[in-house]
């Protein structure tokens, strides 16, 4: 079946930090999503790729969509303290309704000690 | 906007009950929802996808027996956990895709964490 690998697994930020992490596929997807869970939480939706080589901003949140369709990535620059959590990326195929997404394992932001 | 709610937000019950979660999207119109089962430290495995009017449809190796979906209106899916056991403890979320919006958001509600004695 398709997976998504999303890496790193976890990261380390200070304050002020930009940050990336990406998601790769071994197959082709038409969207590209964007989530944060904080813990305890449901997903929360940060950004939506429709276009391969789609480049998009949501305040300090980039993320981009690749041009061969199996890839992702997303950057937060000056990273604050709120910006812990769990980072995933989701991938679905079509445009008809119902259409399941398929998850990355997360990226761990966590605070330097 | 698209704000999914579920009910409730945290459970505990004794081995051998049932329990149902609703999920509500309280401010558009969901023909598709989602229900999702989260491990600690793991990712969202998905479950079943619900339809309004119709029936779920259930990923591989899920009981649907085990876990009975209800879309009974635009707005609301339940899922009930028949027979409990502990091993069925674990977050359950829901999301729902925007029937006006773009084909593939899904918004996801808060989640459900349930435990069973």
């Known amino acids: 079946g398709q997976q998504l690998n999303q890496s790193p697994q976890s990261m380390f930020i200070q304050e002020g930090e930009d940050v990336s992490m990406n998601c790769t596929s071994s197959?082709?997807?038409?969207?590209w999503l964007w989530y944060k869970q904080d813990p305890g939480e449901g997903p929360v939706l940060l950004i939506a790729?429709?276009?391969?080589?789609e480049l998009t901003s949501n305040g300090r949140l980039t993320a981009q969509f690749g041009i061969t369709r199996k890839d992702s990535f997303l950057n937060i620059s000056a990273s604050i303290p709120s910006d812990v959590g769990i980072y995933f990326c989701?991938?679905?195929?079509?445009?008809?309704?119902?259409?399941?997404?398929?998850f990355g394992g997360g990226t761990r932001v966590l605070v330097k000690p | 906007g698209a704000v999914v709610s579920q009910h409730p937000s945290r459970v505990i019950c004794k081995s051998g009950t049932s329990v149902k979660i609703e999920c509500r999207s309280l401010?558009?119109?969901?023909?598709?929802m989602f229900w999702y089962r989260q491990f600690p430290k793991k990712s969202l495995m998905l479950m079943a996808t619900?339809?309004?009017?119709?029936?779920?449809?259930?990923e591989q190796g899920v009981e649907k027996d085990k876990f009975l979906i209800n879309h009974a209106s635009l707005t609301l899916s339940t899922l009930t956990v028949t027979s409990a056991h502990p091993e069925d403890s674990s977050f359950y979320i829901c999301?729902?895709?925007?029937?006006?919006?773009?084909?593939?958001?899904?918004?996801f509600g808060p989640g459900t964490r349930l435990t069973v004695l």
């Open positions: 197959s082709i997807f038409n969207t």
């Open positions: 989701a991938g679905t195929m079509g445009t008809a309704a119902g259409n399941k997404l398929t």
């Open positions: 999301s729902a895709r925007y029937l006006l919006g773009r084909y593939n958001e899904q918004f």
């Open positions: 619900s339809n309004e009017g119709s029936k779920a449809t259930y």
């Open positions: 790729l429709y276009k391969a080589g």
């Open positions: 401010d558009f119109q969901a023909t598709t």
